[in-house]
């Protein structure tokens, strides 16, 4: 079995593969302060609740946005899996050329991000990331990771929202009723979630332009179930494509 696990900036997910079969997953909240025991306690009592020996994973990959929690998660499977994980980064083999200015600045869960769209969906891919910032990544025909955009979050607008306006209370992220909200909740939801929309379905169509031709378009991320049914150019919905990504870059890094 492989462990695989993605740290973001608020959660990380965490799915267990038998063979090519996801069989767990797991979203927890990203904890700096969360000491290695506690992150491994954590680990062990997930995997106990589906029946699933530690001793049974053979292998751990890992992508990270937060450098602090890489070290942790490292003790982690030493301690308690007795296994030294594979931490995606320069040097990792993924198959895909980076066409950045700097590949090294790119985000370990866009290219993993990348990786999977384009063994699942072939190219050219646009991929829409709904983490804590909202990023758009672009891969041509060939494979290669040409770049893309980065916007703030559906969850950071709404808190800045809410800390920046005395009067607007915090809201449930939800689906509204109508466009035309009838109270401050029904408005502050349909500006959120629409305005998101429009952002996404803009961006999209800007990037099919520069690319020239046309691209399927996947989105995932905790609100990819949320935005993706509302937009006009997204086709595609995986929630843990980052997941399969991971599968598939460890098979390349046996």
């Known amino acids: 079995m492989v462990l695989v696990i993605d740290v973001g900036n608020t959660n990380t997910v965490l799915g267990v593969y038998r063979g090519d079969e996801l069989i767990a997953y797991w979203r927890v909240a990203s904890d700096r302060q969360k000491t290695s025991d506690e992150y491994g306690i954590l680990f062990y009592s997930l995997l106990s609740h589906k029946g699933i020996n530690t001793k049974d994973i053979r292998r751990i990959i890992i992508s990270s946005v937060v450098p602090p929690l890489v070290t942790t998660l490292e003790k982690v499977c030493q301690n308690y899996f007795n296994i030294q994980p594979h931490v995606v980064g320069p040097g990792t083999k993924t198959g895909m050329n980076i066409k950045m200015d700097n590949p090294k600045e790119v985000g370990a869960d866009r290219i993993v991000n990348a990786v999977a769209a384009y063994h699942l969906y072939g190219g050219p891919v646009i991929i829409v990331d709904f983490g804590t910032a909202t990023t758009f990544c672009a891969v041509n025909s060939k494979g290669d990771y040409l770049g893309g955009a ?101 098979k390349m890094n046996p």
Do not use: C, H, W
């Open 150 to 250: 980065i916007a703030p979050g559906v969850g950071i607008a709404t808190e800045a929202l809410f800390a920046r306006a005395s009067k607007l209370p915090r809201i449930e992220l939800v689906k509204p009723k109508r466009v035309i909200g009838k109270n401050t909740i029904e408005g502050m939801q349909a500006g959120i979630i629409y305005g998101f929309v429009g952002q996404v379905d803009g961006v999209v169509r800007r990037m099919q332009k520069e690319l020239g031709e046309k691209a399927k378009v996947v989105a995932t991320g905790g609100l990819s179930s949320l935005i993706g049914p509302e937009s006009e150019t997204i086709e595609i919905i995986n929630p843990l494509l980052t997941l399969q990504g991971l599968l598939i870059i460890d």
